[in-house]
């Protein structure tokens, strides 16, 4: 057996591995950690695909690995950081408190769950569905259809990290909105199941009349980073967005 074709898997591997992690910490609400450990994941995802070409060793079990691996770091992940996020604009007790409201849908010895920031959990389904469809669809070789799992991770994530560095009140008091955040949710449901044709960072070659809207979006995304930092990764799944949306003569 070539030791060669199992690379790529392994490298899936230590992007589940990242994810798991960050799991935990999520669950803990040490959002930046975990946030830390999905980018790491995140990374793993992206060289375990060029790994596989390079290698001339894509199979079909490496696809459906891949999948399962993104569905923990950037499908359970980000769902957990909308729970969490959503519990605190719900102003929802510690868990180890008993309450009986009107938002208490279980309550047994002590341990209350309430209904809201459940909501937050349609991030993973939809996320499940999407990686579904993408493994399905042969279509999407050059373009995505719909928003990539990775992406819709970024945007979530940028959340708590705008929380804790931009240190804007106005930020802060949009983003701890339970209604934003359920419009966020369901807004980002939506685009990863949408058939909205989105461009792929995947460079048949270098030639700027190929790449145009590639180059653009690339220096439009360093400019924004620097101005704008954690709040700019919202405005640059926008700008992917719209950017796709103006060259969509071109993606097929």
């Not at 931009?166 to 990863?192: E, H, P, R, V």
């Given at each position: 057996?070539?030791?060669?074709?199992?690379?790529?898997?392994?490298?899936?591997?230590?992007?589940?591995?990242?994810?798991?992690?960050?799991?935990?910490?999520?669950?803990?609400?040490?959002?930046?950690?975990?946030?830390?450990?999905?980018?790491?994941?995140?990374?793993?995802?992206?060289?375990?695909?060029?790994?596989?070409?390079?290698?001339?060793?894509?199979?079909?079990?490496?696809?459906?690995?891949?999948?399962?691996?993104?569905?923990?770091?950037?499908?359970?992940?980000?769902?957990?950081?909308?729970?969490?996020?959503?519990?605190?604009?719900?102003?929802?007790?510690?868990?180890?408190?008993?309450?009986?409201?009107?938002?208490?849908?279980?309550?047994?010895?002590?341990?209350?769950?309430?209904?809201?920031?459940?909501?937050?959990?349609?991030?993973?389904?939809?996320?499940?569905?999407?990686?579904?469809?993408?493994?399905?669809?042969?279509?999407?070789?050059?373009?995505?259809?719909?928003?990539p799992v990775p992406a819709n991770t970024l945007?979530?994530?940028?959340?708590?990290?705008?929380?804790?560095?931009?240190?804007?009140?106005?930020?802060?008091?949009?983003?701890?909105?339970?209604?934003?955040?359920?419009?966020?949710?369901?807004?980002?449901?939506?685009?990863?199941?949408?058939?909205?044709?989105?461009?792929?960072?995947?460079?048949?070659?270098?030639?700027?009349?190929?790449?145009?809207?590639?180059?653009?979006?690339?220096?439009?995304?360093?400019?924004?980073?620097?101005?704008?930092?954690?709040?700019?990764?919202?405005?640059?799944?926008?700008?992917?967005?719209?950017?796709?949306i103006l060259d969509r003569k071109n993606i097929?």
């Amino acid at each position: 057996m070539s030791i060669k074709r199992h690379i790529p898997n392994v490298v899936t591997l230590l992007n589940l591995f990242s994810g798991c992690i960050a799991v935990i910490f999520a669950v803990h609400n040490n959002f930046i950690v975990a946030a830390f450990f999905v980018f790491l994941g995140i990374f793993f995802d992206f060289f375990d695909g060029l790994l596989a070409r390079k290698l001339n060793v894509q199979s079909p079990l490496g696809i459906q690995l891949d999948s399962l691996a993104d569905l923990v770091t950037s499908g359970v992940v980000p769902g957990i950081i909308m729970f969490q996020l959503l519990s605190l604009t719900v102003d929802a007790p510690n868990y180890s408190d008993y309450s009986d409201t009107w938002n208490s849908v279980f309550h047994w010895q002590g341990f209350k769950l309430s209904v809201i920031p459940l909501i937050g959990l349609f991030i993973p389904l939809a996320s499940a569905l999407r990686l579904a469809k993408f493994n399905l669809d042969e279509d999407q070789q050059t373009y995505f259809k719909g928003l990539p799992v990775p992406a819709n991770t970024l945007l979530i994530l940028s959340l708590p990290l705008i929380l804790e560095y931009q240190n804007s009140d106005l930020m802060n008091t949009i983003i701890i909105n339970k209604w934003f955040l359920i419009a966020l949710t369901l807004l980002s449901c939506y685009l990863l199941n949408s058939n909205i044709k989105l461009f792929a960072l995947k460079f048949k070659d270098w030639s700027f009349k190929n790449n145009a809207v590639r180059y653009l979006f690339m220096l439009l995304s360093i400019v924004t980073l620097i101005v704008f930092q954690f709040a700019a990764i919202p405005l640059i799944i926008i700008l992917y967005i719209i950017l796709s949306i103006l060259d969509r003569k071109n993606i097929n």
